[in-house]
């Protein structure tokens, strides 16, 4: 299993505010797809039962076309909506099980390394601001980030192969 570099650690952290809110943006478009599309249903079973609702007078071929083709049309949409579900769940689980790898690693750093890059790069301070902040030189400071880059990359164990799928979905 090759891992990915401390660079990428680097850049991968600093997409974490990110993709958290791609995270809840996907888990919006899983709910509103499961909970809102209800009405699709309603069509097509207005569609199919449209000659039990009409007072035209009935036609058995008409209906019968229709019924198919309404009966069509809902494997069809009932197929795509599947696919789109899998997706979106895909991508959450991909991007959730990211995050708590992050988060896991997270929690085991010293709390000067947790300040140092959280401070850096997720409220995108200068590296005097952080120096300020934790009461260390510019330099120690570099050094105190660095590592702690390092230890979240141990930790995490993030697949290189998980890291291009997310650079490729998510920028």
């Known amino acids: 299993m090759k891992q990915i570099t401390d660079n990428q650690m680097k850049e991968l952290f600093i997409k974490i ?9 996907l888990e919006s478009d899983l709910k509103r797809i499961t909970e809102y599309d209800s009405w699709q249903d309603d069509a097509i079973d207005a569609i199919n039962y449209n000659f039990i609702l009409s007072d035209m007078p009935r036609s058995g071929n008409i209906s019968d076309k229709t019924s198919k083709v ?4 809902e494997e069809i949409a009932c197929k795509e909506k599947h696919e789109i579900l899998q997706q979106i769940l895909n991508e959450i689980r991909c991007v959730d099980n990211l995050l708590q790898k992050v988060d896991l690693a997270l929690n085991s750093l010293s709390e000067d390394e947790r300040i140092s890059i959280v401070s850096k790069y997720w409220e995108k301070k200068t590296w005097d601001e952080v ?18 880059i390092q230890k979240i990359n ?13 650079k490729v979905n998510f920028g």
């Open 154 to 166: 141990i930790i995490a164990r993030i697949r290189i192969e998980d890291y291009e799928v997310l």
């Open 17 to 25: 505010p990110l993709l958290k809110s791609v995270k809840a943006s």
């Open 70 to 73: 309404a009966l069509k049309v």
């Open 131 to 148: 120096a300020r902040e934790s009461m260390l030189s510019v330099s120690q400071t570099r050094r105190v980030a660095s590592k702690a």
